[in-house]
């Protein structure tokens, strides 16, 4: 029998639907818990000064992203398929607004992400093992340094793409184990944090003057050059940047729409698993930085040596809980909260490399992606979408320029969100028939409300940030000249 012949045999042609309820709802808890939440409170502090402004900057991510989730379960209900967003998109709309969105999370949403948090992962990983730091380069190429780190956030990269290429059981035991693990460590920080910060007046402290904003600037050797008392547009413009980074600590919840052809009773458990996968993610996102809050003043002194003279606002690399924890259990807590975030940020790449390469293969059997992503090996998973995937991200990860792209499309990335909530409204008119087995949460108030609230940070994110939403704009507009050449091509 011919080699060709034997690969044909141990391919399968539909996917194995062996995910329930919980492992969905892990999923979507576990791509979006990574390291964001034990870091960007930091520059959130420095840009709104106040204890009150960014809780409710946390509480508005979670009501925000609630939102979104409630509003696409109609969506995924009536589109139980492989590659969610993309399908919604692309039936909504066209087969051109489609691709661009493909695109997009495959050249740098998607990609980036699995690059960065690969990186994230190596730096916590540097706590224990100082040889991955990022000074010990071993090669240079031109602007490029590969360092022993760089090759080990490959290595956890390929790692998690072939045991996912060995069946969606071996993706579900490690994202369920290590989702469960992080879940449990960060409600214990909570619960350990708000507990002792009760007894020792540091909450009760940062809320005098709760409301009092102010907008704190440094210079590129982290000096104070001014703090700016904000009120009315500027107060407006500072919430609406400052927003960015909860939003996307909170982001990557829609990757278990990419995985409907593998959950049980997708039209009732992808809808569901979206809702309570997003309202447990928000509610420890707004509990942990309280937590912070109660360890932690929130105003400090950069040059200070402590991490409570520090405070929330000027802690070390950022890495609040990093100094929370250093409250709690001392000099030990470096370690301790090292090795959360190392949880953290491997299961969350895990989630997004078990997702991603289900879009692919939805775009490949559209005709939108090269054709050997449309294939599934014989755990029935797309292995060849997924060492595609894998390829990309690696060589994000040497390029170094991965944190660039993935702020680039931050305005994309939003962009498409607000585009797809659209699609509800398109779809209700021109498919009134349709099944629909869940209907969007408070239609239409709900879906207008997120539509809104990104509408307006997008119009603040053109204002204050015009290069890099610009450049997320080229990025994904370089999606059309390609869908051209690609539909090109197939005619020829």
């Known amino acids: ?47 709104v000064g106040s204890t009150g402004w960014l809780l409710l900057l946390w509480v508005l991510t979670g009501v925000i ?8 379960g109609e969506l995924a209900g009536m589109m139980p398929k492989a590659g969610g967003q993309y399908v919604y998109i692309q039936r909504a ?19 980036g992400t699995i690059a960065a948090v690969a ?11 100082p040889a991955l730091n ?3 380069v071993i090669l240079t190429l031109g602007s490029i340094k590969i360092t022993i780190g760089s090759l080990y956030a490959i290595a956890s990269i390929v790692l998690l793409t072939w045991l996912n290429s060995r069946g969606v059981q071996a993706g579900k035991l490690i994202q369920n184990v290590f989702t469960s693990a992080k879940i449990i460590a960060l409600l214990g920080l909570i619960i350990v944090g708000i507990s002792l910060g009760l007894g020792s007046g540091t909450l009760a402290a940062n809320f005098d003057n709760a409301w009092e904003a102010t907008k704190t600037t440094l210079d590129p050797d982290g000096n104070v050059v001014s703090v700016l008392p904000l009120t009315g547009i500027a107060l407006l413009l500072a919430f609406g940047t400052s927003m960015i980074g909860s939003l996307f600590s909170a982001d990557s919840w829609n990757n278990v729409t990419f995985i409907a052809g593998e959950i049980k009773n997708p039209r009732r458990n992808i809808p569901l698993s979206l809702f309570l996968g997003t309202l447990i993610v928000t509610t420890i996102y707004a ?35 990093t100094a929370a924890a250093s409250v709690i259990f001392g000099d030990i807590g470096v370690g301790i909260m090292a090795l959360l975030i190392m949880i953290s940020t491997f299961g969350c790449n895990n989630g997004l490399i078990l997702a991603g390469a289900r879009l692919y293969y939805a775009m490949a059997k559209d005709g939108l992606f090269p ?3 449309s294939q599934l090996n014989r755990h029935s998973v797309p292995a060849k979408a997924l060492w595609l995937q894998c390829l990309w991200a690696s060589i994000l990860c040497l390029s170094g320029r991965y944190g660039d792209l993935l702020d680039y499309c931050t305005f994309a990335s939003l962009c498409f ?76």
């Open 371 to 373: 054709k050997q992503a």
């Open 287 to 321: 509990l942990a930085n309280i937590s912070y809050l109660s360890l932690l003043p929130l105003k400090g002194d950069p040059a200070a040596t402590d991490v409570l003279s520090r405070g929330i606002q000027f802690a070390e690399y950022d890495r609040v809980g």
């Open 1 to 47: 029998m011919s080699e060709s012949t034997d690969v044909l045999n141990e391919e399968q042609t539909d996917f194995k639907r062996s995910l329930g309820l919980v492992d969905s709802t892990l999923i979507v808890s576990g791509t979006m818990i990574g390291s964001g939440i034990f870091i960007v409170s930091a520059d959130m502090g420095r840009n």
């Open 417 to 492: 969100y607000i585009v797809t909530i659209g699609g509800i409204f398109l779809l209700r008119r021109k498919e009134p028939n349709t099944e629909r087995p869940y209907r969007a949460f408070g239609y239409p108030l709900v879906p207008i409300i997120y539509i809104v609230a990104g509408l307006l940070i997008c119009v603040i994110l053109l204002k204050e940030k015009t290069f890099n939403t610009g450049m997320g704009l080229l990025i994904a507009g370089l999606g059309i000249p390609v869908y051209y050449f690609t539909q090109r091509g197939q005619k020829a």
């Open 65 to 72: 992203t609630v939102a979104a989730a409630l509003s696409y």
């Open 134 to 136: 990022p000074e010990n």
């Open 93 to 111: 709309y066209n087969s051109l607004t489609g691709f661009v969105y493909g695109w997009t999370v495959f050249t740098v949403i998607q990609t």
């Open 119 to 129: 990186v994230a992962f190596t730096k916590f990983s540097a706590v224990f093992i």
